[in-house]
């Protein structure tokens, strides 16, 4: 299922019910995003069972593993996902391939506000709880979850992103308007930021993205806008402003570019993902509310791979919808 790309409908506007799609308005966006699957539970993803398999499922009462509220996700590539579930307040790991459906637990600890997720080297994964006020890392999957230098005073952490270049945390703390770089073991390396609304200022910043070019893009929530820093924490650019229609801004959430340095942008109200230039020029959208295939309630996070397949958790329908990013010939 291919959508087709809208850049100046109202967001306001109702999509296509039959084909789930918007109409055209303009021939510049030379792309195509396609619909690719959804998971919401390990039943989406449990493909190789012999007819026998399922038989003795259905008699002795299989019981069913699902996603409730997922609010972020990594790819580590196309078969395995990370997801943080706020519902499940655990993180999960989904193994396509091998019908893996697992929480990543530790007996003892909750996560009643997970948020953020990132993957760093050698095969870490790291979270957010921005209730515990905490950063947790999974040192190899398998492992279970530990608290990321428990010396490390925060408040309300929640975007994180890993930097290749430096080997560097980036961190939202929202609660105190500002940014956190860290080294990969949680050792404080800078502060940037206060709030406000200059350059370089914050009012709560939540989700982060860094590109393969180590530049940082942080969703200044309450400001409206995008600002995207150097991986020394200048200002390059910022873009966004407060409104109701394409290209405005009402309830930034997940942040991602593709390989083309294109900035995709969730709207947890307007149910959308907005596509932006690196200079913030809006370039077009795609989705809707709904159920549907290519519709979203309240989605949150979002995550871009190396081949531009997009990953997005759709929140309020407690699944991931998976997309492809498309030159158009």
């Excluded at 430096?166 to 703390?173: A, F, H, T």
Aim: aromatic share 12%.
């Amino acid at each position: 299922m291919i959508f087709t790309l809208s850049n100046v409908i109202p967001l306001t506007s109702q999509s296509n019910k039959e084909n789930n799609s918007f109409e055209s308005k303009s021939d510049i966006t030379p792309f195509d995003i396609k619909y690719i699957d959804k998971i919401s539970n390990d039943k989406d993803i449990i493909l190789k069972k012999s007819f026998i398999d399922k038989v003795i499922d259905f008699v002795a009462g299989e019981d069913i593993k699902s996603l409730i509220k997922p609010v972020n996700l990594i790819a580590l590539d196309t078969d395995n996902i990370i997801v943080v579930d706020q519902g499940v307040q655990n993180p999960v790991l989904i193994d396509k391939e091998n019908g893996v459906f697992k929480i990543i637990r530790n007996h003892n600890i909750i996560y009643p506000s997970l948020v953020g997720i990132c993957s760093g080297k050698h095969g870490k994964i790291y979270f957010t709880d921005s209730k515990n006020n905490k950063i947790y890392v999974v040192n190899k999957i398998g492992d279970n979850p530990v608290e990321l230098n428990d010396s490390l005073e925060l408040k309300q952490p929640t975007g994180i992103a890993y930097s290749v270049s430096n080997d560097e945390l980036w961190i939202s703390e929202t609660g105190n308007h500002r940014l956190l770089v860290l080294d990969s073991d949680g050792k404080l390396k800078k502060i940037i930021g206060q709030r406000g609304v200059a350059p370089g200022e914050f009012n709560f910043p939540t989700y982060i993205w860094i590109d393969s070019d180590s530049s940082v893009y942080i969703v200044d929530a309450l400001n409206f806008r995008i600002q995207i820093l150097s991986f020394g924490g200048e200002v390059i650019s910022i873009f966004g402003e407060e409104g109701n229609a394409t290209g405005y801004i009402a309830s930034p959430k997940g942040i991602a570019t593709d390989s083309y340095g294109h900035i995709f942008l969730v709207d947890g109200i307007f149910n959308t993902i907005q596509v932006f230039d690196r200079k913030g020029n809006f370039l077009y959208y795609f989705g809707s509310q709904g159920k549907g295939d290519g519709q979203f309630w309240l989605p949150s996070g979002i995550y871009i791979d190396k081949y531009d397949r997009i990953y997005v958790a759709d929140s309020y329908n407690s699944r991931i919808q998976i997309f492809q990013l498309l030159k158009s010939e």
